[in-house]
């Protein structure tokens, strides 16, 4: 059976040991919860002790960054490339991330560059899209997120299906400042996903793992959760404490029986 995704991005937050700590106390918590595939994405500076301990204790829980340059080498200051990451042995490449296009020039065509990239080197590309308060409220959302999805997924082929995600994120539900998105909004964005995906790969379409982020909580996880195009969740601030993410855990739970 597939499983339901459920991980979180940490953003430019915690220390190794904060990180250490986090993953060591999550380890042994999704062994309860196996109808889930578990993944977190910290900062770089964190990713091979984490890997490390992650392989030491055979845990399931899955390993990414939160970005990546296209280039495997080159003049580019500052950057990481695939290779370099390789190394590690990631699993997933988070990339287009709503604060990378606001703060770090991030655009609809660098995160295809990278999505190739990505794909290339065997990693999962876990391709955030998402419209802004000002599309919503003029109305263009579903044309703002056909063009983000069809330029991050243009010259992948059919046959990477499966090697993908896509997470739906609202600009104005992520962060402290987020409102949390209603649910039939979300059913209605993510069924609009599904029908360009399906539009994009035929029938395959329908196996492209699609994730909601954006103030996903304990209030409102299982409601997304129950949705039929919603194969996995997001989370930033509510999964930031181990417990705190347990228990998101058990009501998703509920929700998926
Ligand atoms: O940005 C997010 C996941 O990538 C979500 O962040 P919050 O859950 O803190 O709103």
Same mark, same amino acid.
């Given at each position: 059976?597939?499983? @339901?995704?459920?991980?979180?991005?940490? &953003?430019?937050?915690?220390?190794?040991?904060?990180?250490?700590?986090?993953?060591?106390?999550?380890?042994?918590?999704?062994?309860?919860? !196996?109808?889930?595939?578990?993944?977190?994405?910290?900062?770089?500076?964190?990713?091979? &002790?984490?890997?490390?301990?992650? =392989?030491?204790?055979?845990?399931?829980?899955?390993?990414?960054?939160?970005?990546?340059?296209?280039?495997?080498?080159?003049? @580019?200051?500052?950057?990481?490339? !695939?290779?370099?990451?390789? #190394?590690?042995?990631?699993?997933?490449?988070?990339?287009?991330?709503?604060?990378?296009?606001?703060?770090?020039?991030?655009?609809?065509?660098?995160?295809?560059?990278?999505?190739?990239?990505?794909?290339?080197?065997?990693?999962?590309?876990?391709?955030?899209?998402?419209?802004?308060?000002?599309?919503?409220?003029?109305?263009?959302?579903?044309?703002?997120?056909?063009?983000?999805?069809?330029?991050?997924?243009?010259? %992948?082929?059919?046959?990477?299906?499966?090697? @993908?995600?896509?997470?739906?994120?609202?600009?104005?539900?992520?962060?402290?400042?987020?409102?949390?998105?209603?649910?039939?909004?979300?059913? &209605?964005?993510? =069924?609009?996903?599904?029908?360009?995906?399906? #539009?994009?790969?035929? !029938?395959?379409?329908?196996? %492209?793992?699609?994730?909601?982020?954006?103030?996903?909580?304990?209030?409102?996880?299982?409601?997304?959760?129950?949705?039929?195009?919603?194969?996995?969740?997001?989370?930033?601030?509510?999964?930031?404490?181990?417990?705190?993410?347990?228990?998101?855990?058990?009501?998703?739970? =509920?929700?998926?029986?």
């Amino acid at each position: 059976m597939k499983k @339901f995704l459920l991980g979180t991005n940490w &953003k430019m937050n915690k220390t190794l040991a904060d990180a250490t700590q986090y993953t060591n106390d999550l380890m042994p918590i999704i062994e309860k919860y !196996p109808a889930f595939d578990f993944f977190i994405i910290p900062s770089y500076t964190h990713l091979w &002790k984490l890997k490390e301990l992650i =392989d030491t204790n055979k845990s399931a829980l899955k390993l990414g960054a939160q970005n990546m340059h296209y280039a495997d080498s080159g003049q @580019f200051t500052g950057e990481i490339s !695939p290779v370099m990451l390789k #190394e590690i042995g990631l699993d997933i490449i988070e990339l287009g991330h709503c604060e990378r296009r606001q703060y770090f020039n991030e655009t609809d065509e660098t995160v295809n560059l990278k999505t190739l990239a990505a794909l290339k080197h065997g990693f999962i590309p876990l391709i955030c899209i998402g419209e802004k308060s000002e599309d919503k409220n003029y109305g263009v959302s579903k044309e703002m997120l056909a063009k983000q999805l069809k330029i991050a997924l243009k010259d %992948v082929p059919s046959d990477k299906i499966g090697q @993908f995600w896509v997470a739906y994120e609202p600009v104005w539900a992520i962060g402290v400042n987020g409102i949390p998105a209603e649910t039939p909004y979300v059913k &209605k964005i993510h =069924d609009f996903l599904r029908t360009v995906l399906i #539009e994009l790969y035929g !029938p395959l379409g329908k196996d %492209v793992p699609l994730l909601f982020g954006g103030s996903v909580n304990i209030n409102n996880a299982k409601d997304y959760a129950g949705l039929e195009n919603v194969d996995g969740l997001f989370i930033g601030r509510s999964a930031w404490e181990p417990d705190l993410f347990e228990e998101i855990m058990v009501s998703v739970g =509920d929700t998926l029986k």
